[in-house]
């Protein structure tokens, strides 16, 4: 093979590799969903939960730059758990220069899922509409929701089955009081916390709470090199990507690495829906 031919060779090699990972990236990481599966030990759990089932489902981002039928198709995956709880920790629209689709967030969320002892929501940044600052956005959001019957927590707290679930409103968001969420924190009860960007975690309000923390609002960096952290992520502590961590102070951070995406590229970090099986601690 002469010189000539061998560069030509190998420049449509590297073109093919490198059109096949764009693929791969782009049109096929996506939407290759995977379900995770993790025991939640809960101090003062009631014996009658144990063993129960709640699911969690992160940044849905409907809106015009993702295929709103593998957001119902995923839903029809997870149905099959036929969860005993199932919540939902924000960003169910995208906004970054576009408005929020309400048609398509209502058709679309009309296929969610619903646990069989409760469905609770909170709010994660892209809810406020533009520059995360449309206060009005993030109410008709969570009004949308709330005709689902989905049960919203803004900076509050609701209990079902003796088990207590207290929701922070989204950080950059509008409305994001700490304090209030917690404000009738019982620690001699079972609690679980919900809050859309982990590093409401690293705030000094938090009273003594040692119990579990479901997050998203990272995508797990959506792209990573193997056996290395992502490179972007959109939060001040970079140790929160994914997953399981241990904060080392009773608490426990779950961050969910997110059903959809604002742009629909991934690398070596799956789509997630994550399933926890409720222990007595």
């Known amino acids: 093979m002469n010189r000539r031919k061998f560069l030509t060779t190998t420049g449509l090699g590297l073109a093919g590799i490198g059109l096949g990972t764009g693929l791969y990236t782009w049109q096929w ?30 940044d849905i981002h409907i809106g015009k730059r993702f295929n709103p039928k593998y957001i119902v198709e ?3 995956k997870a149905k099959k758990y036929n969860p ?46 533009k520059n995360f600052q449309e206060a009005e956005e993030g109410d008709k959001v969570a009004k949308t929701l709330e005709s ?61 709470y040692d119990g579990w923390i479901l997050s998203g609002h990272t995508h797990g960096g959506q792209c990573k090199a193997p056996f290395l952290p992502p490179p972007i992520l959109p939060v001040k502590n970079k140790r929160y990507s994914a997953g399981k961590i241990d904060l080392e102070d009773g608490r426990t951070l779950y961050i969910n690495r997110a059903l959809g995406c604002s742009y629909p590229i991934r690398f070596n970090v799956p789509p997630e829906i994550s399933l926890f099986t409720l222990q007595r601690a």
């Open 29 to 58: 990481a996506p939407y290759q969903l995977e379900f995770t599966h993790t025991p939640m030990p809960i101090k003062n759990l009631p014996s009658e939960l144990e063993g129960k089932t709640l699911m969690q489902i992160s």
């Open 148 to 208: 689902l019957n989905i049960k919203v927590l803004r900076n509050e707290s609701t209990a079902i089955e003796n088990l207590n679930f207290y929701g922070f409103d989204d950080l950059w968001g509008t409305n994001f009081k700490p304090k209030k969420t917690l404000e009738n924190l019982n620690l001699d009860q079972a609690n679980l916390v919900l809050c859309h960007n982990p590093d409401v975690c690293d705030l000094p309000i938090w009273k003594g």
């Open 84 to 129: 005993d709880f199932v919540v939902y920790t924000g960003d169910y629209v995208t906004t970054h220069h576009d408005k929020i689709l309400y048609p398509l967030l209502l058709d679309t969320m009309k296929h969610c899922v619903y646990g069989k002892l409760g469905t609770i929501a909170i709010l994660g940044n892209h809810d406020y509409g």
């Open 74 to 76: 995923s839903f029809k």
